[in-house]
């Protein structure tokens, strides 16, 4: 059953306290729970962003920030291009959130305070901005209409230490937003944030939302895998049950039990083609979840786990893939990979690909997979 979610700034956003820089609260707490629960894989190397200019070719730390310092430090929890402008990055993270207006050449830190864990951009208005993560004990959700120069607070999480993990807007209908908690509930706003409902709960925590240009919304959870709606995220439904059937094709393996899902890439010129980063490798479907195929990454056995995967807008055969501080290239849709190793003992969390300049990809960094981790 739908319910409205009971918080102080459900109706709307006028008398919201605006939040330019949050500052004097006590987030340790809090960071720990959201980057050792969720994102957290032990090791060191720099971390931040790093980038290529030549198609994966080589990739180099972009971590410069535009007065002093730097964010070689810094995991990446999200990294998102401004939808109509793709030299403007911005980056979720335990610290807050930066942004880069010269594509990753120089960061500005714009919002501390807030354990930050993903980041949505309203593809219509580029300066209407969702931001979800935690603020001492409470999840939050907070947007920004002028391109994260002020901030309001448009939910708090009832529920103490519950992360709002993930939050997307629809591609169709920006007043459509779903966010994800991790406890594994769903919630979504028709009105552009001013009121809340919970929809679902999955009972596993929510790592992604995803809206495809159909309007079609796919959400990854972290051990039950993908799940999918087709009326708004009212109502979904697993697309993922083949990992634990012998519904699924190979090359090499009929069935395949995955235990955990780090990753979801969507084809944007392919309706129903997705692929999925799990502890088990790299995963395809062309049917919309119906049935899945197994890609074979050149890794040792011992290193199988995907935790980013990237398909070119403009070039459905151009796939990124990582393993680690890995990333593997391919130019034919899988059938051959080339080996790109980044300097740096970080590991990838996630992959873009500019859609306005394909010789720019993006890579989001964060502490290294460990031999236990996820």
């Known amino acids: 059953m739908k319910k409205e979610m009971s918080r102080e700034a459900g109706s709307g956003f006028a008398g919201k306290k605006f939040l330019i820089l949050i500052l004097g609260l006590s987030l340790t707490a809090a960071s720990c729970d959201l980057v050792n629960g969720i994102f957290d894989f032990g090791g060191g190397g720099a971390q931040g962003v ?11 730390p972009a971590e410069v920030m535009a007065k002093k310092g730097d964010i070689s430090t810094v995991t990446a929890n999200a990294l998102v291009f401004d939808t109509g402008n793709s030299s403007v990055l911005y980056l979720a993270a335990s610290s807050g959130i930066y942004k880069s207006d010269d594509g990753a050449k120089t960061w500005r830190y714009i919002l501390s305070g807030i354990a930050a864990a993903d980041i949505a951009i309203d593809p219509f208005q580029a300066n209407n901005l969702y931001a979800s993560g935690i603020v001492g004990t409470n999840g939050k959700i907070i947007k920004s209409l002028d391109g994260g120069t002020s901030w309001v607070d448009i939910y708090t999480e009832p529920s103490k230490n519950n992360t709002v993990l993930a939050i997307a807007v629809s591609q169709t209908n920006p007043s459509l937003v779903l966010a994800g908690l991790n406890s594994g509930q769903i919630i979504r706003s028709t009105d552009g944030g001013h009121a809340w409902q919970a929809t679902t709960d999955f009972a596993d925590r929510i790592i992604q939302i995803k809206f495809s240009s159909s309007g079609t919304v796919y959400a990854l959870t972290a051990r039950k895998g993908v799940e999918k709606s087709s009326d708004q ?11 634990t059937t012998d519904n699924l ?7 395949v039990s995955a235990g955990a899902f780090y990753d979801l890439a969507l084809d944007k010129r392919q309706s129903g083609v997705l692929y999925l980063g799990t502890d088990q490798g790299l995963f395809r ?17 011992s290193s199988t786990r995907v935790h980013a995967v990237a398909v070119n807008p403009s070039n459905s055969n151009n796939l990124f893939v990582a393993v680690s501080s890995t990333i593997f290239k391919s130019l034919n849709g899988g059938v051959s990979w080339e080996t790109k190793v980044l300097p740096t003992n970080a590991g990838i969390r996630s992959i873009l690909v500019d859609p306005q300049s394909n010789n720019n990809i993006y890579a989001g960094m964060g502490p290294a997979q460990s031999a236990s981790g996820q």
């Open 233 to 243: 995220g009212s109502s979904w439904s697993s697309v993922s049950n083949s990992f």
């Open 50 to 60: 790093f980038k290529s200019e030549d198609s994966g070719e080589t990739f180099r």
């Open 285 to 301: 479907t062309v049917n919309d979840g119906a049935s899945w195929a197994f890609l074979s990454l050149p890794v040792r056995s």
């Open 249 to 255: 094709g190979s090359r090499n393996r009929t069935s």
